[in-house]
């Protein structure tokens, strides 16, 4: 099962929003982008177990905290539904600059609701996924109850939400109302599944009804016998991970363009357009972003160039360090290398080969340290030196390479 890692983007209102990036331990099937339920958060039953399902059958998946929610900053009083569109909007941003722009979308309750809106501004997207959805925005007004009179009038007031208080606008009210989601859902263009519990007495199943029927082919409805809304069961959740997974692939996973991207050996970079220097960098079927530090014009999204060699040069030599330990049967504990790279002169160049410092003017030096968890014998230690050596990268910088260019149009 592959670990989620912390990431973060700006949202609607400028302000970071917190989330968590699932890779899958194999190549991308797809990327999805998942929207959590009103007042909830990315870390809810639901969210965490449907993101790791998926990410284990082969999807890269982004769950975050809506602005003022969560780990993510701004004022929650300060948002409403159509903020919530744009840092949904936002994420597929982040998603499409640093991975891929996410073909699927799925969403929980209101965010449900917010990805069929802003399924639209993503032109990525080709399947929406929505989890005990409202039909209509409005519906999430009747958890506000006979505050709503109130915030007619005072223009907002406090309204407690699962045992949370929040503060409610009169804005928030406004927005809600005025989205046409029927007018949205007919037009959608985009593959649909719907998945409602019929005993959801927080959103009823008269709105799985009224979304399915309402919207056009193609378009798929699950049952989720026995939940509840929040989906707090967690095999209810595991158990709608596995439908959607399934499900999209028809729409979103393309078994041939994987395996030709899984079996090509080119890296391909390409500039992103944003910022100066960034780019967007293929690697088989992965994709990640190199960039350039802010004091030299760049974003300071990715690793530099040098970083990426410095990097290779690191990863070779534990992967070389690890074959050697496999092959003659050594207990040896977690390699890391920390690898320094840096211009020098050639005669000041400590520690190079002699023919080095012979060549006169600068040169580039990497310094490469290794230490080994729990630590090794002493007469290990010059093995290990003298093994990092054979290393594949390592003598690729020493004998050098020849590059060989091309133009096409």
Known sequence: MAVADKVSFPGAHGTDLAARLHMPDGPVRAVALFAHCFTCGKDTVAASRIATGLSDEGYAVLRFDFTGLGGSDGDFANTNFSSNIADLVAASSWLRENIAAPSLLVGHSLGGAAVIAAAGEIPESRAVVTIGAPADTAHVLHNFGGALEEIEAKGETE?????????????????????????????????????????????????????????????????????????????????????????????VGNAGENAEAAESEDVTVTETGKGKFQQRVRARSHAFVADEPRDVGGLDSGPTPYDLLAAALGACTAMTLRMYADRKKLDLG????????????????????????????????????????????????????????????????????????????
């Open 334 to 409: 977690r390699v890391s290398v920390t690898v320094a790279h840096g211009k020098v002169h050639a005669k000041d160049c400590a520690g190079c080969a002699e023919e080095i410092a012979e060549r006169g003017g600068k040169v580039d030096r990497f310094e490469r340290v290794i230490t080994v968890e729990g630590g090794v014998a002493g007469e290990l230690r010059d093995k290990i030196l003298e093994i990092a050596d054979k290393c594949p990268v390592h003598r690729t910088l020493e004998s050098g390479a020849a590059i060989v260019s091309r133009y096409e149009e």
């Open 159 to 251: 309204v407690e939400l699962a045992g949370r208080p929040f503060t409610i606008r009169k804005e928030f009210v406004d927005d809600v109302k005025m989205h046409d989601q029927d007018a949205r859902i007919a037009n959608l263009r985009k593959a649909l599944l719907v998945l409602h519990a019929p005993t959801d007495d927080t959103v009823g199943i008269d709105n799985a009804s009224r979304i399915f029927t309402t919207a056009k082919h193609p378009k798929s409805f699950i049952s989720l016998d026995g939940a509840n809304h929040l989906l707090t069961d967690r095999k209810d959740a595991a158990f709608a991970a596995g439908v959607i997974a399934a499900w999209a692939l028809r729409y």
